[in-house]
């Protein structure tokens, strides 16, 4: 009996490396990417499999992952070569967030912060030795962060249903928390364009215990009026109902503030960025949140034409985000210096198809980065803006890339 399981093993060893054999002339950076069809993943896998087999350690103990190409980092077109690093592996930089969003580069403190929303806190990943640190509690809530022209550091507020900004003197300017006399939804992702103009979009999902606040009694997150919007809150952050409907807004320096798309054009607007020319915006549109009376967004993403006078036009569907019949919904998303698209994407239980998406300019699939935990939001970073910061879930992942972001981070 041994000795036939012995013969058994050799034979699968055999093949095995037969297999591996015949796709020798493909080089081995070309197999990790899955250019053999035989070895590509097809179709969503459910739980409890994994990514890869043997399952993986991303951690700093685990084994050796890359080989040149990381085997999580998949070219679907063969221009992702030219994006991708083949020396680089895939790095689970922290983990202990409750849901982890809104990551953003500082290029003068060379770090990273984002958002840990559920926690009331900022996290701040320090380059120069790993460490990551609270950098600021409360954070009311906060989501969506990015770093304006002028280095201060914007952000949105789902408890105070506010969009803020961090002077470099350590003061605090409202940029806005309503609109027409009515309050603010729960401002998601914020971008600044070189006009000194602030862009951001306005969904329903913080209104919500867990993220920040449900309306007060009556209102479209709290209809049955059972839910104690104050409990726990400051005094004063918990009196407001949502008034307005999901839209995307335009802050001028002058203080005039302006819904820029509406909810009939793209329904639950969330991640939003501009392509390196800012001629284009490009905004995710999520699912149903709460309190929405909409059949809220199909999960894709939306492109539209941007005038200098901050006017939009020509709205196209970019991308239904659907990969091997896989809903790989966008959440943050971020360009780089070419004008592709890298989204993140959440396809729920579909295992080995959340972590990132990356789209050419057309609305091409390029190539994909898989985690093992939804992933949220995205943004480049590294001194030399070419690191891939990748928040997922309770984790801050890491991938070094062979392009740059486009600026500001």
Not at 84 to 110: D, F, V
Not at 249 to 270: H, I
Request: proline share 8%; net charge negative; with cysteine.
């Amino acid at each position: 009996m041994q000795d036939e399981r012995a013969l058994e093993r050799a034979e699968k060893a055999l093949s095995r490396r037969r297999l591996l054999g015949s796709a020798g002339g493909l080089g081995v950076g070309a197999v990790a990417l899955g250019a053999l069809p035989a070895l590509a993943q097809e179709g969503p896998v459910a739980p409890p499999s994994t990514i890869t087999s043997p399952p993986r350690d991303f951690g700093p103990g685990g084994a050796p992952t890359t080989y040149f190409w990381d085997p999580d980092v998949i070219a679907v077109d063969p221009s992702f070569n030219g994006l991708a690093q083949p020396n680089a592996a895939i790095e689970r930089l922290w983990t202990g967030a409750r849901w982890a969003e809104g990551p953003a580069w500082n290029s003068i403190g060379k770090f990273l912060m984002f958002s840990d929303i559920p926690a009331n806190r900022q996290m701040r990943y320090i380059d120069d030795d790993g460490r990551v640190t609270v950098f600021r509690q409360p954070s009311y809530n906060s989501n969506g962060n990015t770093f304006d022209y002028e280095g201060r550091q914007l952000s949105c507020e789902h408890l105070t249903r506010r969009v803020v900004r961090y002077e470099l003197d350590g003061s605090i300017s409202l940029i806005a928390d309503s609109f027409e006399g009515k309050r603010l939804n729960s401002p998601n992702d914020v971008v600044a364009h070189p006009d000194g103009s602030v862009w951001f979009t306005d969904p329903p999902y913080g209104g919500q215990l867990y993220e920040g606040t449900p309306d007060a009694p009556g209102g479209p997150t709290n209809a049955r009026s059972l839910l104690d919007n104050k409990v726990g809150q400051p005094l004063g952050v918990s009196d407001a109902k949502r008034e307005l409907p999901t839209q995307v807004y335009r802050w001028d320096p002058s203080g005039e503030l302006k819904a820029v798309v509406k909810d009939d054009a793209v329904p639950d607007p969330n991640g939003l960025c501009f392509s390196p020319d800012h001629k284009k915006l490009y905004i995710a549109s999520t699912g149903k949140g709460p309190g929405d009376t909409i059949e809220g967004g199909k999960g894709d993403i939306h492109v539209l034409d941007v005038a200098e006078d901050g006017t939009l036009s020509n709205q196209k569907l970019f991308t239904d985000c659907m990969v091997d019949g896989v809903k790989c919904g966008p959440d943050g998303v971020r360009c780089d210096v070419y004008g592709n698209v890298w989204a993140a994407s959440n396809a729920g239980r579909a295992v080995g198809y959340n972590g990132v998406t990356v789209w050419s300019p057309e609305g091409q699939l390029l190539g994909r980065i898989r985690l093992p935990e939804v992933c949220g939001n995205i943004t480049f970073g590294g001194p030399k803006r070419n690191r891939l910061f990748m928040v997922a879930s309770q984790s801050l992942y890491a991938v070094y890339t062979a392009t740059q972001g486009a600026a500001p981070a």
